[in-house]
């Protein structure tokens, strides 16, 4: 499984973006999706999940609130819309797939097996 990130760009605080992961598979909507993050000097981060078939969302308690992740079956992909953006925000994004099952932390990078290369979203004060 191949997934592709996009939409990550330079927005001033406060403002929106919206990412976007594509799949290569068509069965997409099976796997549990995650975003992650990892920042300047950080650690990578959980963001956000949706399980297989939108099942539930999950989000950081940074993210709760802000972000919203979101299947789109038309377009085969898995959204972020990140509103009220902040500097801290600042991040590489990557979005990840696997097939977790409800026992399994969704908030852990080492559970999904297919990753996208990231996307950079700079947000600036």
């Known amino acids: 499984v191949q997934l592709q990130a996009s939409g990550g760009g330079l927005v001033q605080a406060g403002g929106s973006l919206r990412l976007s992961c594509a799949a290569s598979e068509l069965t997409f909507s099976s796997r549990a999706t995650a975003w992650f993050r990892q920042g300047p000097g950080k650690e990578r981060e959980f963001v956000a999940m949706i399980r297989r078939y939108g099942g539930g969302m999950y989000y950081s308690d940074s993210a709760k609130g802000r972000f919203t992740i979101s299947r789109d079956n038309a377009k085969n992909t898995v959204d972020l819309q990140m509103n009220s953006l902040k500097p801290e925000d600042t991040a590489v994004y990557f979005c990840?797939?696997?097939?977790?099952?409800?026992?399994?932390?969704?908030?852990?990078?080492?559970?999904?097996?297919?990753w996208g290369q990231g996307t950079l979203v700079t947000v600036s004060s």
């Open positions: 990840a797939a696997g097939n977790l099952i409800l026992s399994t932390p969704y908030n852990q990078a080492r559970h999904y097996s297919y």
